[in-house]
């Protein structure tokens, strides 16, 4: 089935060049555009996108409101909002995460990397540029954990506890099923299921959590460094 898309750019030429972009390829279909943050939920709620390509400067609701209001929908729960902005600071990034976007990307991205991160947003993974995430994670690994952690992560098995450790320090997958020796269909299960039983909207959401609960720690490392993915 094809993956489909939402276009949200207060800018006319720039929504058609990604729609331009991304028709060249048979798996992704652009449903419609929004040049508002209302209009955005509008269509959001109307066509039930599987990805968002969503602008934050916007008339009227910004994107970043627009985002949370498509993220709290239930209706909604299958449509993934990816930020694409000129915009990366470290105020839009936190922003727009906290909002619950799965992504964030800046408006230099080469073409074949905008479709690669429409189909992992599509497939329930996050994405960010490793700038960002380096960012994310330096940024999140100063906060104070939250005193309800223990009690929430109470949920996990010592094995998604690991692996969710793994996914905080930044490693992919596949680069968390070779250091743990078992498929990253395996990873990918135990995932899931954290992301399920935390009741977290994906793997952005996850991350932002073990820092919050402290359940990962500055300076805790248990794999090797890696670079930070740009998805996966």
Do not use: C
């Amino acid at each position: 089935m094809a993956i489909t898309v939402l276009l949200a750019d207060d800018q006319h030429l720039v929504r058609s060049g990604f729609r331009s972009l991304l028709k060249r390829d048979r798996d992704i279909v652009v449903l419609g555009e929004a040049s508002t943050g209302d209009e955005a939920v509008r269509t959001a709620r109307a066509l039930r996108p599987d990805v968002v390509l969503m602008d934050i400067r916007m008339p009227g609701m910004d994107g970043i409101a627009a985002t949370r209001q498509i993220v709290a929908d239930r209706q909604l729960q299958g449509s993934r909002v990816v930020i694409l902005t000129t915009f990366e600071t470290d105020e839009y990034v936190f922003t727009a995460l906290a909002a619950g976007a799965s992504g964030f990307l800046t408006k230099d991205i080469d073409p074949e990397g905008l479709r690669r991160a429409v189909r992992v947003v599509a497939a329930g993974e996050a994405l960010l540029s490793p700038g960002v995430t380096r960012r994310v994670i330096a940024q999140l690994a100063h906060r104070p954990a939250a005193d309800t952690g223990s009690a929430r992560l109470a949920a996990l098995t010592e094995r998604e506890r690991e692996i969710v450790r793994l996914v905080a320090s930044g490693l992919s997958n596949d680069a968390i099923a070779g250091h743990l020796v078992i498929s990253p269909l395996t990873v990918k299960t135990h995932i899931t299921r954290a992301i399920a039983k935390l009741d977290v909207r994906d793997r952005v959401q996850l991350v932002i959590l073990a820092y919050e609960t402290g359940l990962v720690r500055p300076g805790w490392a248990a794999a090797p460094t890696e670079q930070p993915p740009s998805g996966g």
